[in-house]
């Protein structure tokens, strides 16, 4: 079976810059969240969609947004970008909003 | 708020030693407890959890005991091998915040033949 998946793998952009990343949960999964993991640092919540409603946030500002889609996918979308917002990105799914988490390989997000 | 503290590395050590890394905790109620391993250039794998106090998980020779009155989870393996290669981190889920994970800044461990 295949395990969650997220696109792109890497990523470069600018500042100011907008950018979109990607998120296939696991088959029947139907809970989508997501971490933002800068260097040498543990992964940090960003947001939690089950069922195609947010069900958590963490603190990070506005310019954060996510949304999931009838297929459970999901995608994050960052605007305004700076140069602090580089680092992994992390998406993880699981069955329901409060079962374990499995996570996907990251997308790798450099501002330049 | 929930928060996770987990010791410093790189922790370096000889293929067969003895492994503990610390790990705390500060969370309101009982929160699930949890050891997450990356290798690599891989994402995330969850290694063991515990879900109550005094309750021990186990997986690949690692284990953790949830410990609520030091308020600790600390990781141990009796005999490492140089494919424990990774980064650990300590991870909780809020007993009020299920759907939150909290995650310690992780540890690397190096294991040398």
């Known amino acids: 079976d295949a395990g969650v998946t997220q696109s792109p793998t890497h990523l470069i952009k600018t500042r100011g810059q907008h950018v979109t990343l990607r998120c296939s949960p696991i088959?029947?999964?139907?809970?989508v969240s997501w971490y933002q993991q800068v260097l040498g640092q543990g992964p940090q919540f960003i947001f939690q969609?089950?069922?195609?409603?947010?069900?958590g946030r963490g603190n990070f500002p506005d310019r954060f947004s996510a949304r999931q889609f009838p297929n459970y996918s999901s995608e994050l979308n960052v605007n305004a970008l700076l140069l602090g917002d580089s680092a992994l990105y992390l998406c993880?799914?699981?069955?329901?909003?409060?079962?374990?988490?499995?996570f996907g390989p990251g997308t790798r997000l450099t501002v330049l | 708020g929930d928060s996770v503290t987990q010791m410093e590395g790189p922790v370096t050590l000889s293929e067969e030693a003895f492994l503990t890394i610390n790990c705390t905790y500060t969370a309101t109620g009982y929160p699930s407890l949890f050891w997450y391993v990356q290798y690599p250039g891989e994402g995330l794998q969850l290694l063991l959890k515990?879900?109550?106090?005094?309750d021990k998980g186990s997986n690949k020779g690692f284990e953790a005991t949830y410990r609520k009155e030091t308020t600790s989870f600390h990781l141990e393996k009796g005999s490492v091998q140089v494919s424990d290669s990774a980064v650990y981190f300590c991870a909780l889920s809020g007993a009020y915040n299920f759907n939150k994970f909290y995650f310690g800044s992780g540890t690397k461990l190096n294991v040398k033949p």
């Open positions: 088959s029947g999964h139907k809970s």
């Open positions: 515990a879900t109550k106090a005094d």
């Open positions: 993880a799914s699981s069955i329901g909003q409060y079962n374990e988490q499995f």
């Open positions: 969609y089950y069922e195609k409603e947010e069900r």
